[in-house]
């Protein structure tokens, strides 16, 4: 009964685990680019569901309809403006400009933040579904649900709009892609802003169970990095399923080794996995 | 006399696919083979199990008496087994002396830096880019990156040397230009087998020529007679020409 | 049949040499010059020539993008802080420390090394972590998360101390300062920026690329590990996320894009640039001190992608026909 609990923790907290690494998933897959600061992006969202419900009691399920274009617009920004001028760089460049790039976002999140942790508290609160033996927040179970029907909409957009199979085939051959008339620039700065998207909306999902702090970015983008090892690069099913596998392995690995240990762990199965089978339990090849 | 190479019963495999399906072949020193067949007849795939680049799937190859199946690129390198590429892939940022001077110092043995780059030198004069040395590598036009090739080819000291469409790309008097250096090559002593599409360069330099299709030995023999054969024909030009000329007399 | 070519050769490693010993005798300068706070500063900035060269090897010459600088130097801290605790000698524990550090990446390579580009780069960062969370665990040994602390040097005074930990970081980074000139000018080196160009082709052009790659990942572990080691019993005090921190995996990588890779200089160029920098914001905008450093960084790939050692030579070939 117990491994039960901890297997349906696990399925919850994937399926949010998931919705966070969608965005960052495609991103690398699309530009070839590790978005290092997909994890401010996310804790930013976070804040901005905090303060909208702070400051105007607005819900978070709310905030993130509200968030969502204002992430994009960030995003596509943020590519077209910054990255496209070393899109063609080599890894380490790009890496190390993302970097600096969510060294500066950060840092002008604790100054206006503070470091101390928040807690968004919903008032009245959700409350806990029981059935039999087993104890499931609402909270968590909600923002599953939500994480879920977003990364399916983010998979129905991928797969049938105009704009998304432009998307698809930039990542499978920019060349072809772009001899068959795809603007390639264009479709890089979308898929930016869609995965800024992402990420911005799983901030309010965040911070519904989370306690929030701007030093947290890093733990959601290490989640963001196992996921997209185990489930494959570029590929929206592929992120569904390495956030479930992350959710029941963090949770199973909280109960044997404890909770501080759990991420450890993941990291050493993300190392597994880059060593023995880099292409994702999928099986689907991403770039190098 | 032991044959140089070796091939007994080599198969590579590609998931479901043979690319190159039990092929047995024997060549001995001082010859100059070719290797020919369609498009997607597995020559290219035949030259990578050679070299180590695939591992063969089952079979085994024997360079010298010596079983090199197993080795990987380097080793093969190292063994005396040269190669040049289809795609010419220069080492982009260097110079075309350090490029030889590569082959020479980590497949040629050379001794020093010092030794590898004069000998790199030495062999871009005898294939006349000897003017280009100091180049850088991106700088150079097809028809020289195909010299290039055969310039690193040579600097790796090779017993054999597997040279794989080095005429793709080439206008007919640069052909004729590569022809004389592979026979200048051959004269040196080393023994060669050229993946080739063009007949007339088969026919002028293959004292032997070996034909592939679908991953299979079909025929060998002399290039006369190997073209002749109604297999080959059936391979290249499909079963209803070959019947059509099965009949006929041939000059 | 002599060749300008064959000239060249010797000459610019004569020249690397002369350029080196220059820059060194300078360096040995400050202790007879500078007071204690310049020494440390100039202890800091050898610390980092040190790193930054050592992530040349695997970074710049091979053109692997290692991210597991952190781990080593953490890794190094401990090793020689523990072998310390247990009584060793503090020479033979930085040496134990560089050892280790060694066997560590040539283990570790031979999973590792067969990742490129962006894979590489994560696994050797997750690297790091997992590392300080071992150590962070293993409390009897290590002191966990409460820090270890290192025996205390007696019998020197705070001068005498300073001027010493700047000698051996500035005998650290001259041997490492060595060993890139030797690589660069030797086989090793040859074989690296062949597998750097086009890593199959150098594999059929007989470069053992396993051994090769292996050995500079060696190289950027052992100088860092005795960073680590020494940086430890300089400060005395050590716990995980100090000597840990992903900074010092990422600072040594902006340092040598600052100064220019390929050039041997390049890494100690950019470590004194970006350091003199990095005091001169610290001193005026403490609060938004990793900010700046993140805009530094930004203008720095935007605007700078080959390092200042790019705009001299780019300066260099306007003049030749």
Known sequence: MLYLQVLLNGLVLGGLFACIAAGFSLVW???NVINILHGSFIVLGAYAAWYSHALWGIHPFVSILLVAPLFFALGYAIQSGLLNRVIAAPVLLTLTLTFGLDLMLSNAMLAAFKA?????VLDPPLGVLSVGNIVLPVDRLAAMALALLLTLLLYLVLSRSRTGRAIVAVRMDREAASLMGVNVYRTYAITFGLGALMAGVAGPLIAMIFPISPLTGPVYLGKAFVVCVLGGLGSVPGAMVGGLVLGVVESFAALWFGPEHAVT???AL???MLVFRPTGLLGRKGYE | MTPLLELRAVSRRFGGLAAVNNVSLSVKAGEIIGLIGPNGAGKTTLVNVITGV???SSGSVLFNGRDVTRFAPWQAARAGIGRTFQIVQPFPELTVVEN???????AGGASSIRNARMQALEHLEF????????RSASALTLAMRKRLELAKGLAMRPRLLLLDEVNAGLNSSEINQALALIQAIAARGITILIIEHLMKVVTSLCS??????????IAEGEPQSVMRDPKVIQAYLGKRYAAQTAGAPHG | MSNPAMAALDTAARRDLGLACLLFALMALPPFLADTYILRLGTTMLMYAVLALSWNFIGGMAGYPSFATAAFFGLGAYAGGVAQKFGIGMWLAWGFAGLLALLFAAALGLALLRLRGHYFAIASLVVAEVLREIINSATDLTGGGMGLNLPLRTGQSVEQQADFFYWTMLGLAAVAMAATLAVQHGRLGFGLRCIQQNESAADMLGVNTTATKTSAFALSAVFTGIAGAIYASWVNYIEPPDVFDVLYSVKPIVMVLLGGAGSAFGPIIGAGVFLGLEEIVWRRFLEVHSGVLGLLIVLLVLFLPRGLAGIARRRARGHTP
């Open chain 2, 127 to 134: 294939v006349g880019l000897g003017d280009f040395a100091e």
């Open chain 2, 54 to 56: 695939h591992p063969a």
């Open chain 2, 100 to 106: 030889v001077a590569a082959a020479a110092l980590f």
């Open chain 2, 208 to 217: 032997r020529v070996v034909v592939l299709h679908h991953g299979e030995l």
């Open chain 1, 29 to 31: 897959g699309v530009l």
């Open chain 1, 265 to 267: 762990v993941a990291f």
């Open chain 1, 116 to 120: 101390d942790f928040r807690k968004l």
């Open chain 1, 270 to 272: 993300l190392i597994a």
